[in-house]
């Protein structure tokens, strides 16, 4: 299974959160589904309502985590004396501000 982030809309007039539940601050816009797995292979999940800037921040914890997933995939392929030249330039490719 793989991490997921899921953002849907939701129906102010049935669920009447206040504010975000990420930053506690603003009002929600999306309700929100994220799970994330550990190194162990742990599942984290969290779900609830947040607002548009917490929302982006998800993204982007979505992202750091895939790219530990993927320095992970490479390192087996390293540990399997096979070719990393395709995960490495796949990598490159999805994550250019990491080497
Ligand atoms: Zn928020």
Request: net charge neutral.
């Amino acid at each position: 299974m793989q991490a997921s982030l899921f953002l849907a809309a939701f129906d102010p007039l049935h669920e009447v959160p206040r504010v975000c539940a990420l930053c506690g601050t603003k009002a929600p816009v999306f309700n929100y589904e994220f799970r994330t797995y550990g190194e162990g292979g742990s599942l984290s999940e969290d779900r609830g309502f947040c607002c548009a800037n917490s929302a982006s921040n998800l993204v982007k914890q979505l992202e750091r985590n895939e790219a530990q997933v993927w320095v992970q995939a490479k390192t087996a392929v390293k540990a399997e004396d096979a070719d990393v030249n395709a995960v490495h330039a796949q990598r490159l490719g999805a994550f250019p501000r990491r080497n």
